[in-house]
């Protein structure tokens, strides 16, 4: 019996010992690991201590084809352009929440990384896209090559994408009010882009691209709130009285959406609109 | 004395199972992948005198830049567009990237973009896909002196030469010059035949600048050959995107162009080879089924100058017309099988044209016959000027005696007129 289980007692032996080697891990790195590799100039300086230090938001102006939609005809943006748009983000975007939601805020609702894109994104259906929110972290900013900070129409058309997208962030991480989704549900569909903002805005709506779905009114409403400003909001309202209780109800529920987050929303829009005056000066 | 053999097979195990056989002693892929991308690095890098760079896009065309790449990823470049893009150098970044196979990424808009560009007033292609042309290329091949890519979208071509010391900072301003003035040319010459003598080989030769394409078409038994390809333009001549194959020998380039046009001949090197050309008003070769072709294959076609007589470019002198932008003839305009060419005037805007309907005889000659009448879409804009012209062009293009049809490119037709060899009529 015993030598049954010298025997196994080998095997075990053998087994644990029988095949040691030393296995030597390669020293050359992996190409590409960590991000690819070019010399800094003084824009890449600027990116690194305005948006990497302080809040670890990677900006990325060069062309990385799978950052974006890789079956679609892009272009990178022209370097002349990239910190322009990122002045213009930093005033208008991170200056007023880290103002009036404390430093901490932006750590906590992050965008990790910006992808800046030269071109719009042409759609089959023959509308362009301006800019894409992904997995709560991620925003594409496109059109930068027809940026100018002296434009104010180009400067509150892309802050617009951007706190758009933010807000896609913000409820990606918080749900929308519940009470948001009997507003206008009977307006949402799929080829929004039939309609004018004008047909919108008398159906309850702030913008026609607000009708595609619950979430892009919610973030509409917002973005229009902040950038386009309450006078354009008011106004909207002014031309469209029948539809006021809506629009109305909707301010309502941003206002006490942002409660919820900690910020005031009314400090906020007031904080951004100083942001704009200031880039477009 | 069983257990022995179970003590036997422990240590034949023990002798068997170690034995590390190295196989593998050359680099890991990392390391060859690195080794690589910089030795493609250097080989741009290197070039004191820069690349000079022809670009084939996937829409047509061909188009020649001259590339410095530095050693801090940053590159300058020029582009025989226009005046300005051949005159001024942009700067912007490349990196060389490990994607599929070594890339090389183009990775800040500069002049190549434009015509990726996806926005069709700056690449003047469709909407969302521009000329169809690349800004990341994949190294195909490379040799000391030159470097093939493809592009990772659209897989266009492009052709990496090291510049020479006399091709410098100048060159594409050479090149654009060539184009506007040498090969213009060939839109000069009274006839439009061109025969081409290779040796003893014979074409009928035709040179495209609209759509920079040329075609060879062989006139006797031994070259009943059809080739047309993409050129870009070098200093001195043309660079074909494919070869062409005559007698076993292969031609890449045209150069060293003589034109003579009062005369009407000319002569170059093709390859090497000396070739000849006599421009002349008799039929070479024709092809019946491109007529064919030209009315089934595409929706429609564009000219940007209308008819071409006797050398003369324009001849109705359509593009003076204000905001003038173009002929269209659209095949199968409506259902009824009417046919029409539409003049657009007023940037695009308006248009006005005769309709009619188109025939194809057994001999592949097209005719535009059954005028039915003028079709317009703002009568009210249309002046004596703008009337006068295009009744002018109506009556060219309404020639009872038709058009004989050249294909020219992949989507480029010519219209000759069966009558008049002097008068012509290109479409791309």
Known sequence: MYRYAYFLL???FGMLTGCKKTEVLPTEPINGLGGDDWTFNALDD???ENFVIPYNIEVKYKWDPYEVNFNRNLVPPQENKVRPVMETVKAVWMDPYKKIGGDDFLKKYQILKYVLVGSPEYQENGTVILGTAEGGNKIILFVVNYFAKNNRTEVVRMMHTIHHEFAHILH??????????????SWYTATWYNTTNEQANKQGLITAYAKSTMQEDFVETISTLLVEGQAHYDAVIAANPSQEATFRRKEELVVAYYKE???DFRKLQSEVKVGIALITQ | MKYIYYYLVVLIMFIQSCQSNKDFDGLRPDERLNKQLATYYDQLASAENGWIAYLFPDAGGGYTFKFYFDRDNRIRMYADYDATTASVAKESSYRLRAAQIPSLYFDTYSYIHMLADPDPQISGGDAGKGRYSDFEFSIVSASADSIRMIGNLNKSELLLVRAKATQG??????????NQQKLADFDRFIYYYNKLTVGDHTFQFTLNRDLKTVSFRGTGAIDSITFFTEYATTANGIRFRTPLNVGGQQFDVMQDFNLNIAAGTGEFTLGTVHAKLNNQASVLTRQPQDATSMYMVKYQYFSATGFFMAGQTDVH???????????RFIPLRYVDGTDVFYLFYNNGQYYIGPAFKTQIDAQGIMRFTNFIGFDGNSSGTITQDIADRITAFTRSALDPEGFYVYRTGRTGYDLVSVKDSRVWLRFR
Do not use: H
């Open chain 1, 10 to 12: 080998l095997l075990v």
């Open chain 1, 46 to 48: 600027y990116l690194y």
């Open chain 1, 172 to 185: 990606q991480t918080i749900a929308i009010p519940q009470a948001w989704r009997t507003l206008s549900s």
């Open chain 1, 261 to 263: 987050l900690g910020i």
């Open chain 2, 169 to 178: 900072e100048n060159f594409i301003q050479q090149v654009y010059a060539f």
């Open chain 2, 317 to 327: 002198k359509l593009q003076d017309i204000p905001g003038y932008a173009g002929i």
